[in-house]
């Protein structure tokens, strides 16, 4: 008999999901931990259904020899009694005007019964399009736009991706190189889903390598202009009402604080101010533009301006 994957109390009738995932490798900036965590808090999201115990024993380890407590399940206990059972964290979230979210953890085995129990939940839910958010450390001008970089799983998706200031990436063209949950997510889809449609938006949150005082490298650990990035292109591809501006003014300002720290370190070291400049020469991002949806008849109507204007008489 089949194994229960996953487990619904409601299924709202939603047409995009966000995906993102703790404890996982490409969290830079907390972009994939914390950026659905954000939504779900913003919208104070319900949670609608999550993946079976299944798939918990299936897919994780107890604990990692020297970890401590990192990979344990999640316990709770109220004097002296357990109030919680051992957990883990792969749950869906309805936060409102079609939308749900996805907040998982890594799998550490057996990815294909986890995709499985990712898209079949989906699929069950008639979402439309799933996107994955993901995020690096690395040298980027901390008031700059961050570069967004983009895979996705079915040819058809790319014209409408590409008017959204992406990046395609062509990550492990060259060599071999290990996908991150949602690239991987991305290349199963494309294999064994060719009826769902997903893609990956990855961020670079800003990191450079200098240390603290304090021994913490100098960057963005929760980058909200990232966040703020990635939400304003899947609020114009999903066509959805969303309030960004406590994010914008989030970023502007952690962006801000950044470039001050970083300007009185290159006064004080040379070098230092050597690498800050070449970064921010080297850096490349694609400006993003929202694109214009014209009504259907407004646009019939400047074709038809356009087509009974004369030609200019030719000049001799």
Known sequence: MAEELFTFTEK????????????????????????PRYLIDKNSGRQIGQMTDYVNQMCYPFQVAGTHDAFRPSAAFHEGLPSASMTRQNAFYEIGNGLLVFLGEEPW??????????????KELGIQQTVAVEGVNGPAPPDLERRITCVYSQPHMRAQLERHGVQFSSYGSRGRQGPTIGMALVSVAHYEYPDVQMFRMGAMAPMYPFMTSNNNQV??????????????RLRSLFKIEMDLSELEELGTREGRELL?????????NNEAKQIIDQVRLD??????????????ALDQALENILRDIPEAEQEP
């Open 12 to 35: 709202p009738v939603s047409n995009y999901l966000i995906a993102g995932w703790r404890r996982q490798w490409s969290n830079g900036g907390r972009i994939s931990s914390g950026l």
């Open 109 to 122: 085995y057996r990815l294909d019964i986890y995709a499985e129990a990712f898209f079949e939940a989906i």
């Open 219 to 232: 960057g963005i650990t929760q980058d909200h202009r990232a966040y703020y990035d990635i939400l304003r």
């Open 260 to 268: 001050e720290n970083l300007e009185r370190l290159g006064t004080t």
């Open 283 to 296: 850096y490349q991002y694609t400006p993003y533009v929202e694109p214009v949806e014209l009504d259907p």
